[in-house]
């Protein structure tokens, strides 16, 4: 690939918004991406007649129980007779559809694009929309042990753990980060003021994951605008830079894998970090919002993102650098652990909030030192896809 | 702006059922003819980005993306899925390549139908969970029949000017060895055939088939490099449909007007009837084409030119000139890619029909099935 500097339509973000992430929003998946949608449009001081283009992304359709969810669900941002499309990652989708937005408007094909995410699992399956995930694997060789995605993601965590020389109480103090920072998220869904003692004694679900070590179950949608320059200037006097985007897809045989260490988030982030520049990205990247839907893959994404040393997350996150305050804030929003996951909807709110820490309107959330490049990650289908993009002020 | 171009194409399966091989090992097979197509390219050096098109509930995985990388020499690559018809990745490709930011892209699709157990309650999954599914509709068809009644009687079009489409067009699949359910059928036969779900019977639903399509695009630059005779796609867009049906008027094909009109926008096309030279319309039901016709302002009126053979070899312009899903049949979400497959062949000389010039310039049109009518065209051209 080349990486070409003269891409000549910039793209920029001029508005963002959210619906409350919650276990069971009584609103239709429609509804969501309508609300999501029209709170995006109003702080670009648009209306979904100005919009030419909506990119939306969802997880898999069992969770909403619609098949081809995207042709459901896009009415509520207005689809109906404009350019629409899907695109799924599993749970890197949130992260993934403003990339694909970057394109569709940095090719010239869009000038004004409306970018949705949405996530209805509530409703899904019986007992427990987890029971969606039976269905993820590969029908001959997986399948029929009927694994369920905690213990493969239990299995990630001891290997990390082992490998790295990280304790338990270590991750813990990200679940005790994350719920405290999503207390001053007004969406947020599991905010808390907690303690590491709290999680070592939450239930066990599978040895080393306890209940508190992963995020809920949730319903959410939500929405930025991407236009291009030449519009963005007419909007708004601060737009938010698409400086870089980065995807990388590993292998299925995710048994095949050294576990410990996210080699196609690494990836990612290098295609991202040549496309912005970025040679150094513990010092360029000034905020981040690595994907964490368990507290463990805060320290392993960090580590793939190149924002912390191999194995070296959990020091920086015991020696406070990762607090709101500290030098390297990560998952400022509260991440997926406080705020919640729906999954596209939590990627996507992660890009948000990226978005919104830029622009210095992130109220009591916004990190102490100023800002100006920041990063916003996910992660999904088998442990195998990372998603980056990076935006500048 | 790059152009953009096709370099190298391949498939396999075009019938079913295929239980020889997986939907991995189809994909596969494609993907090897493809990248031997565009110049024996290695997908591990030369590609920049690979896509999929496909469906979950098609699939019967939870998350078909996971299975997407390894049979196309993808790992450890960026790749990503469309969730809709194959000609939506075209767009995403087209889009990627013209940012200057990709070179190679790799496009992929499927449908193995025959191995889906319960393909009635997976199409009644689409169906709106609020306004359509408590109807409890007994045929998977029935909006697709109610579009098509709205259509027929609106430009008083019997069962006879549908028949003789269907007749002519399950003639011309013939010529395409892709094309196992084409046959010669007599207009009687067809009129005395049941209905599926009136106004259809079985001849105007084109059958499912197995099938895996993989395309090489390519930037101008690169393309130039590695073929003489690439294969441009002059502009694509996608319109979308809606799933509340009720809002819409089923009698005229707004998505396909739609669509159309950005695509000759961009090319420049005042009379896409006269600067257009062969066509190749969604055919997964027969009345579907006649509608595109009269939406694209290629006909006006669809019986007379129906009758008069317009659209035939010897007429203003071709439309399926080698049979299209009645003949080759219904590879679910791979539909769009299989249609630019034989427009690729046609207008890289590789299917001639004798007697016609070669065409210059194909338009290509697929949507969502059986609905929304989500649509995606493309022009194609050498």
Not at chain 1, 11 to 17: E, K, T
Not at chain 1, 243 to 252: I, K, M, S
Request: overall charge negative; proline content about 5%.
């Amino acid at each position: 690939m080349r990486f070409n500097i003269y891409v000549k339509n910039r793209v920029a973000v001029v508005g963002a918004g959210l619906t409350l992430f919650r276990r069971r929003l009584l609103e239709t998946p429609q509804e969501m991406v309508w609300i999501a949608s029209k709170k995006a449009l109003e702080q670009a001081n648009m209306d979904f007649r100005d919009i030419d283009c909506v990119i939306s992304g969802s997880a898999p359709d069992t969770f909403d129980g619609v098949h081809m969810k995207g042709e459901y669900y896009s009415e509520g941002a207005g689809s109906y007779g404009k350019l629409h499309f899907r695109v799924f990652v599993g749970g890197g989708t949130g992260v993934f559809v403003p990339v694909a937005g970057w394109w569709m408007v940095a090719s010239g094909l869009c000038k004004k694009a409306l970018i949705v995410a949405e996530e209805k699992m509530s409703s899904a399956a019986d007992p427990h929309p987890q029971a969606v995930f039976r269905h993820i694997w590969d029908p001959l060789i997986e399948k029929p042990l009927n694994p369920n995605l905690i213990w493969i993601f239990a299995l990630e965590m001891h290997r990390y753990m082992h490998k790295c020389g990280v304790s338990k109480e270590d991750i813990a103090l990200v679940a005790v980060k994350n719920k405290a920072n999503a207390l001053d998220n007004p969406i947020a869904q599991a905010a808390a003021k907690i303690t590491v003692e709290d999680v070592l004694k939450s239930e066990p679900l599978v040895y080393p994951v306890n209940r508190l070590d992963i995020s809920p179950v949730s319903d959410g949608a939500g929405a930025l605008v991407m236009v291009s320059e030449d519009v963005a200037r007419r909007y708004t006097d601060t737009p938010i830079w698409v400086e870089g985007v980065g995807f990388a897809l590993d292998t299925t045989s995710w048994t095949n894998r050294e576990l410990a260490f996210p080699v196609y988030v690494k990836t990612a982030a290098e295609m991202a970090y040549r496309m912005a520049g970025i040679e150094n990205p513990m010092k360029q990247i000034d905020v981040a919002e690595p994907y964490d839907p368990f507290d463990y893959k805060e320290l392993h994404h960090m580590e793939g993102l190149g924002l912390a040393p191999r194995c070296k997350a959990a020091e920086l996150t015991k020696g406070g650098v990762t607090q709101r305050d500290g030098d390297l804030p990560i998952n400022p929003s509260g991440g997926l652990l406080g705020v919640g996951n729906p999954i596209a909807a939590a990627g996507l709110m992660k890009v948000a909030e990226i978005f919104w820490q830029l622009r210095g309107e992130a109220g009591k959330r916004q990190v102490r030192k100023p800002v100006y490049t920041g990063l916003a990650q996910a992660w999904g289908d088998l442990m195998q896809i990372g998603t980056v993009i990076i935006l500048r002020r | 702006m790059n152009r953009v171009a096709i370099i190298g194409m391949g498939y396999s399966g075009f019938y079913a059922p295929s239980p020889d091989l997986s939907f991995r090992e189809m994909i596969f097979k494609a993907a090897q003819k493809a990248y031997e197509d565009a110049g024996n390219i290695n997908p591990r050096r030369d590609v920049d980005a690979f896509i999929s098109c496909q469906e979950d509930f098609w699939e019967g995985i939870a998350i078909a993306n996971e299975f997407m990388p390894e049979q196309l020499g993808g790992v450890l690559k960026p790749g990503f899925t469309v969730s809709g018809d194959s000609l939506q990745c075209f767009l995403n490709a087209y889009a990627m390549i013209r940012t200057g930011q990709f070179s190679v892209i790799v496009i992929e699709s499927h449908g193995k139908p025959s191995e889906i157990n319960t393909l009635d309650s997976i199409v009644m999954f689409s169906y709106d969970p609020l306004y359509i599914r408590p109807i409890d509709p007994k045929n998977i068809y029935f909006l697709n029949a109610i579009e098509a009644r709205a259509f027929m009687e609106k430009e008083g079009i019997s069962r006879e000017v549908l028949g003789h489409y269907v007749i002519n067009s399950l003639k011309r699949g013939l010529k395409n060895p892709r094309a196992s359910y084409s046959r010669t059928k007599s207009l009687k036969s067809y009129l005395d055939e049941e209905f599926v779900v009136e106004p259809l019977s079985e001849s105007d639903i084109a059958p499912l088939t197995d099938a895996a399509v993989v395309a090489v695009v390519a930037s101008e630059e690169i393309a130039k490099k590695l073929t003489d005779t690439p294969i441009w796609i002059d502009s694509i867009w996608t319109t979308s449909g809606t799933s509340t049906v009720a809002y819409e008027d089923l009698s005229f094909d707004y998505a396909a007007r739609e669509a159309g009109n950005k695509v000759f926008e961009a090319s420049n096309i005042r009379n896409p009837r006269r600067e257009i030279d062969a066509l190749e319309i969604d055919e997964r039901f027969s009345y579907i084409p006649l509608m595109v016709l009269k939406a694209l302002n290629i006909s006006s009126n669809i019986k007379e030119d129906i009758h008069s053979n317009i659209f035939e070899v010897d007429g203003e312009i071709l439309l399926n000139p080698f049979g299209g899903a009645l003949s080759e049949g219904n590879p679910l979400e791979a539909h769009g890619i299989a249609r630019v497959l034989i427009a690729y062949e046609q207008l890289k000389g590789l299917k001639r029909i004798k007697g016609s010039k070669d065409p210059e310039r194909i338009l290509i049109h697929s949507r969502r099935w059986p609905f929304p009518r989500t649509t995606t065209i493309a022009l194609l051209s050498r």
